[in-house]
């Protein structure tokens, strides 16, 4: 069973940067896609960033391209999200995801079969 544990979280102001991380461990051999969902209050999950397991393939929302950047280590098994020029829209609980196939396409949220439980970042403005 795989497990995904998100680190790094806290309470930031405006214009700062954070780094985020999740370590995945167990059965991990051909997962195909990893990434950083949001979920801010009153608001549906959205993609924050993702990458392929192998490759350098990435994937970036709108609201985030240019402030945030991914990246995994496939030794260690972790994913890690830099988040600049943070504002107070970004404040949501942000969760890592990883999917063991093919997904329709990046924002396929229900292809991402194992989740973390989550780390809050909130931005006081």
């Known amino acids: 069973q795989v497990q995904l544990v998100e680190s790094g979280g806290g309470l930031v102001q405006a214009g700062d940067s954070l780094r985020l991380s999740c370590a995945a461990s167990?059965?991990?051999?051909?997962?195909?896609?990893t990434g950083w969902f949001r979920q801010a209050p009153g608001k549906e999950r959205e993609l924050v960033a993702a990458?392929?397991?192998?490759?350098?393939?990435?994937e970036y929302g709108d609201s985030v391209r240019g402030r945030f950047s991914i990246s995994r280590d496939n030794t260690k098994y972790t994913l890690d999200l830099q988040m600049t020029s943070l504002t107070s829209e970004d404040t949501a609980v942000y969760y890592c995801a990883t999917s063991k196939g093919a997904l329709r396409s990046w924002y396929d949220i229900e292809g991402y079969e194992y989740w973390g439980h989550g780390t809050q970042v909130t931005v006081s403005s």
């Open positions: 167990g059965p991990m051999f051909n997962y195909y896609i």
């Open positions: 990458i392929r397991w192998s490759g350098s393939n990435t």
